[in-house]
């Protein structure tokens, strides 16, 4: 199972970005989705993650900024920033578990966030 994530980029302080992230291959189920991110020198952290049937939990940090979606029909999950601050900056990781042929947890490449002035 591939993923691929997009929509990182610069942005100003209070702006927003949505990343996006679809998983492809050979799909049985997927259950959790989610996003983590990783600073420079720090380790990587859960932003947010939806469950199949809906759920969500968010870090702290996101709480009310941050949402987290899923279109089942594409097998994609999104992550909807709102108020971005500096300290969001990050390189921003999704992860898909579920089953094809077996169960697996499968990661993006990472997309890089950077909010500045």
């Known amino acids: 199972v591939q993923l691929q994530a997009s929509g990182g980029g610069l942005v100003q302080p209070g702006g927003s970005l949505r990343l996006s992230c679809a998983a492809s291959g050979s799909i049985f189920s997927i259950n959790n989705m989610g996003w983590y991110r990783q600073a420079p020198g720090k380790q990587r952290e859960l932003v947010a993650r939806?469950?199949?049937?809906?759920?969500?939990n968010y870090a702290d940090s996101v709480k009310g900024r941050f949402t987290i979606s899923r279109d089942n029909t594409k097998n994609t999950v999104y992550l909807q920033m709102n108020s971005l601050k500096p300290e969001d900056t990050a390189v921003y990781y999704c992860?898909?578990?579920?089953?094809?042929?077996?169960?697996?947890?499968?990661w993006g490449q990472g997309t890089q966030v950077t909010v500045s002035s």
């Open positions: 992860n898909v578990r579920g089953v094809s042929t077996k169960y697996f947890s499968s």
């Open positions: 939806i469950t199949s049937g809906g759920s969500t």
